[in-house]
């Protein structure tokens, strides 16, 4: 059974930083590339970033660019988000969800991350 759970999420001020983590299962992790996605409250879900197998090629969407950095340590079967000079609109439950084929297959329940003075 594949399963995803993601952990790091929390109350942080603005400017500040978190890590979160995203321990995986049941599948083999480093065949697949990795994505977290989030959703701020009342809107839609919103990628954020994805890693290929390796961990060789990262991308990012616009509104984190510069400020998040995707990596995996295919060892641990972990995915880590570290999210930097944080602003309050990156206040959302955050997902890390497997990739098959462009498609993300299977998803994580989330992780709350708060960016609040």
């Known amino acids: 059974e594949v399963q995803l759970v993601e952990s790091g999420g929390g109350l942080v001020q603005p400017g500040g930083s978190l890590r979160l983590s995203c321990a995986a299962s049941g599948f083999t992790f480093d065949d697949y590339a990795m994505s977290w996605v989030r959703q701020a409250p009342g809107k839609g879900l919103e990628w954020v970033s994805t890693?290929?197998?390796?961990?060789?090629?990262?991308y990012y969407a616009d509104s984190v660019k510069g400020r998040f950095t995707i990596s995996r340590d295919n060892a641990k079967n972990t995915l880590y988000l570290q999210m930097n000079n944080l602003k309050s609109e990156d206040t959302a439950v955050y997902f890390c969800a497997k990739d098959l084929n462009g498609g993300l297959d299977y998803w994580g329940k989330g992780t709350l991350v708060t960016v609040s003075s």
């Open positions: 890693i290929n197998t390796i961990g060789g090629n990262t």
